[in-house]
């Protein structure tokens, strides 16, 4: 793998001339951020050597580098998933891919069913922790020391100073922000009424099908992490909760503005 990972840095690399610090990676309808890049470069994924292509509807699938907040960043609109059929290796390949760049800070975004009754629709949350219920690891086997230690330290999975950056910034702009534990699960399907309330039992305040294996492949690396929900649906004891992709993806179009603010004045002030 570290062969594969250095030949899709290596073809990168050729297509730019700053080294990005900052990646991000773009979840559900979270496209825009890349449009608020100053691009330097934009590069499909099918055009880097040993890149996962997405197959999902809303996901377009391309890496887009250049300014943002002052910075050189490099963006992944598009991500694949473990649901799609890729293994865990493939799901995290960008972010190994970013890290053999430069990048040191890692932004991830998703969409995520709300499970703390306090949460609305719209509403953004900041990911303090989270639970992994993938039924794979990313980091089974054997172990590339090239790449990170066997057994990761996961006692601050997000970044403490850029977790209190991003409330300090949502203040300034008087924007509301939950703080809560993700609870990533491989999907498709959404949860049914029983294990929504389970998942709110033992921890939850979000559900998604995304950024845990990116975490964890990042904290391998030695990379710092930022991750942020919309929560696009709920899943409240007591409550019928219906979802659709459609929902999910309005909800997360709609509330997407106020994530891309947020995070652009975080990479300006980091
Ligand atoms: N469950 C799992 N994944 C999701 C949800 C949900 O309710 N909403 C958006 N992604």
Known sequence: MYEQIHEAATYIRSKISNTPTVGVILGS??????????????IPYHDIPNFPVSTVQGHSGKMVIGKLGG???VVMAGRTHYYEGYTMQEVTFPVRVMKAIGVEALFLSNAAGGMNPSYKIGDIMLIKDHINLFPEHPLRGPNDERLGTRFPDMSEPYDHKLLALAKEIAQ??????????????????????????WLRIIGGDAVGMST??????????????????????????????????EEVLAAANEAAPKLCTLVSAMIAEM
């Open 172 to 197: 300034k702009q008087s924007l509301p922000v939950q703080t809560g534990v993700y609870i990533g699960l491989q999907g498709p399907t959404f949860e049914t009424p029983a294990e929504y309330t």
């Open 29 to 42: 309808g979270l496209g825009s951020l890349a449009d608020a890049i100053e691009p330097e470069a934009e």
């Open 212 to 245: 845990v294996p990116e975490n964890i492949v990042a904290k391998h690396g030695g990379m710092r992490v930022f991750a942020a929900s919309i929560i696009t649906d709920l899943g409240i004891t007591g409550q019928v909760n219906t979802v659709s992709h």
């Open 71 to 73: 910075k050189t960043v």
